[in-house]
């Protein structure tokens, strides 16, 4: 069973372009919604998350929206850059240790 | 900025062989995990490990691995008899007080 389900499965956009990138979870029981960043070759890097008491976190050029209603929550990129070409994951944690992570987005940001 | 490690970055092992993973997580840091990651694919967990005890572990983590933290700063991956599907990408991760996990950079498993 998929926890979390991550869409689409790749992305390409133009520079300065705003990919978006959703995820979508079940179980009520998650309150934390971290997004990872992944080159290739390398472990993910935690780039922004978000707890369920706020609709919106910014953080430079990312920004997650959290819709608790719909448990639904999105990441997206402003003014998208080659350099953030990469895999992106997004996961959920239910305040226990395990990790549920989304199948991942690969973004391409052409130049 | 303190960081997970892990070593080697690359092992090649014959099937049927036994293989350590080793990992040093942050330093303060409470909760350990260890992932796979097959080429191309998402994230699997496998284990977590607080309080030199297995907190949670997957389907995937059956009695082939076990998991232990021999000293105050070591974290390994055992896997006692290696197959061919057991080639992935694994990674470790730890977490402090807080929910933000940290990865290593992985070991890359090769079983032939």
């Known amino acids: 069973q998929q926890q979390v389900k991550q869409s689409p499965q790749s992305l390409i956009v133009q520079k300065g372009g705003i990919p978006i990138i959703n995820c979508a979870y079940e179980?009520?029981?998650?309150?934390?919604f971290p997004w990872y960043q992944q080159f290739p070759g390398k472990g993910p890097a935690l780039l922004i998350a978000?707890?369920?008491?706020?609709s919106e976190k910014k953080e430079g050029r990312f920004t997650i929206s959290f819709n608790k209603s719909a448990k639904q929550f999105s990441l997206h990129i402003m003014d998208s850059q080659p350099g953030d070409s990469a895999t992106y994951f997004c996961?959920?944690?239910?305040?226990?240790?395990?990790?549920?992570f989304g199948t991942g987005t690969s973004l391409t940001v052409i130049p | 900025e303190p960081e997970v490690t892990q070593t080697p970055s690359h092992q090649v092992t014959q099937m049927g062989q036994e293989v350590i993973l080793r990992c040093v997580p942050i330093s303060n840091h409470l909760y350990f995990y260890w992932y796979r990651q097959i080429l191309g694919q998402k994230v699997e967990f496998l284990v977590s490990?607080?309080?030199?005890?297995?907190?949670?572990k997957s389907e995937i983590f059956d009695d082939q691995f076990s998991v232990e933290r021999p000293d105050g700063s070591n974290f390994t991956l055992k896997i006692r008899s290696t197959k061919l599907e057991d080639s992935a990408m694994y990674f470790c991760a730890s977490t402090g007080s807080g929910n933000e996990q940290y990865f290593g950079p992985g070991t890359r498993l090769t079983v032939t």
């Open positions: 978000i707890r369920p008491d706020v």
């Open positions: 996961a959920a944690n239910p305040s226990s240790n395990q990790f549920y």
């Open positions: 490990f607080y309080n030199n005890e297995i907190s949670e």
């Open positions: 179980n009520t029981a998650f309150d934390y």
